[in-house]
Nanobody
Framework: QLQASGGGLVQAGGSLRLSCAVSGLTFSRTAVAWFRQVPGKDRDLVSALSRSGSSTYSDSVKGRFFISRDNAKKTMYLQMNSLQREDTAVYFC???????????????????WGQGTLVTVSS
């Protein structure tokens, strides 16, 4: 089970940190990712993080968002800085049991999902 939190309303230029607490999985054996979705659109990758610490980011958030994980706390994070109106979306955390270096980037590769947390960026 994944439980996402930390969303909310923030002004453009502000910051938020999303958290996703994981239970029922061997967290240290999973790659993790954040996706986001706006109404009528597909769920798109924001960032993914492997077990070994390798990461990838979408071009639209590179340099502003940072993904991390704490295996001891079984929690993943997404630090979002310099937020823009275009970042407004429901953010979902995902997890998948993988080998050490993989970070799947396609939504259908993930088999465990959080419920989503809404981030709204106002101008």
């Amino acid at each position: 089970q994944l439980q996402a939190s930390g969303g909310g309303l923030v002004q453009a230029g502000g910051s938020l940190r999303l958290s996703c607490a994981v239970s029922g999985l061997t967290f240290s054996r999973t790659a993790v990712a954040w996706f986001r979705q706006v109404p009528g659109k597909d769920r798109d990758l924001v960032s993914a993080l492997s077990r070994s610490g390798s990461s990838t980011y979408s071009d639209s958030v590179k340099g502003r968002f940072f993904i991390s994980r704490d295996n001891a706390k079984k929690t993943m994070y997404l630090q979002m800085n310099s937020l823009q109106r275009e970042d407004t979306a429901v953010y979902f955390c995902g997890a998948k049991c993988t080998n050490l270096t993989d970070y799947p980037i396609c939504v259908d590769e993930y088999d465990h999902w959080g419920q989503g947390t809404l981030v709204t960026v106002s101008s």
